[in-house]
């Protein structure tokens, strides 16, 4: 029987051609054009064309071809699978954009807008378990075995190639790129774990019965009830915990207020979930 093609892998792929597709307009368009470089292997493959004038579609193909084989040893085969077609999509669109230059005398759009591009391309291919290969593998690792942010282990990395590109630009080209790439780690940043933020919620209540009842029926969240103690009346305290989707902070604060006022409510920002309880 051959494998089914479900809805949500053809999402993912239109996700990948998307991003993929993306990522070179960000690269083309913006960062070759304004004299720019890159990180990871698409700044490697940037030195090689202000040094030897090589594409990079055809550079960056033959450096993300050899370090795929250090990812097929470290990443899930799943992974891998989109990460081989992200390399081919990306070289193929690198080449169809090759002379898609937008040069203006503000080389600040070209900054802002090609990090922008590059890390919204990054993002989205990320997002459905993907990588654009070179050091997005290194990130992807570092995620995986040092619980490293995904888009600033990212950012360390290309820091590195940015450094070896004062071999070919001029020291106002460097930091321009490395202020390019901050924008694209926190456009990537938002992309990856920011399209559907979380809040956890502590509140310490007189009637912390009452208002875990109303959090679980009208908001629809489960609540955690922990025992506490005040440290100057040394009074015994439930104190409740509840993670929310962003967009329902402003009913659980109506809530709260509605049914004490005096409540103590804290809200703290969550940078992921874990688990099948957050559903």
Do not use: C
């Amino acid at each position: 029987m051959r494998p089914r093609i479900t809805q949500q892998t053809l999402i993912n792929l239109a996700t990948v051609i998307f991003g993929s597709f993306i990522f070179s307009i960000g690269v083309n368009t913006f960062m070759i054009a304004g004299n720019l470089g890159e990180g990871g292997v698409t700044g490697i493959a940037i030195i090689l064309l202000y040094a030897f004038d090589i594409s990079p579609a055809i550079s960056t193909f033959v450096l993300n071809a050899l370090l795929l084989a250090v990812g097929f040893k470290f990443l899930s085969k799943r992974s891998m699978y989109y990460t081989i077609f992200v390399v081919f999509l990306m070289s193929f669109f690198l080449w169809m954009t090759e002379t898609w230059h937008i040069e203006t005398d503000e080389i600040l759009i070209n900054t802002v807008f090609g990090g922008m591009f590059v890390g919204l391309g990054i993002g989205l291919i990320i997002r459905v378990g993907a990588t654009t290969a070179g050091t997005t593998i290194l990130a992807q690792l570092a995620n995986k075995y040092l619980d490293v942010n995904v888009s600033y282990a990212l950012l360390f990395f290309d820091m590195i190639v940015i450094t070896i590109g004062l071999s070919v630009m001029t020291f106002e080209q460097v930091l321009l790129t490395v202020i390019a790439l901050y924008i694209a780690a926190k456009v990537m940043d938002f992309i990856i774990e920011g399209m559907n933020p979380k809040k956890a919620i502590t509140i310490i209540s007189e009637h912390p019965e009452l208002l875990g009842k109303m959090i679980n029926s009208e908001i629809g969240r489960g609540v955690t009830s922990m025992n506490g103690k005040g440290f100057y009346t040394q009074e015994d305290k439930d104190i409740l915990y509840v993670v929310i989707n962003k967009n329902q902070l402003t009913r659980i604060k109506r809530l709260i207020k509605k049914y004490d006022d005096n409540a103590f409510v804290v809200v703290h920002d969550v940078n992921s979930v874990l688990g099948n309880y957050f559903i």
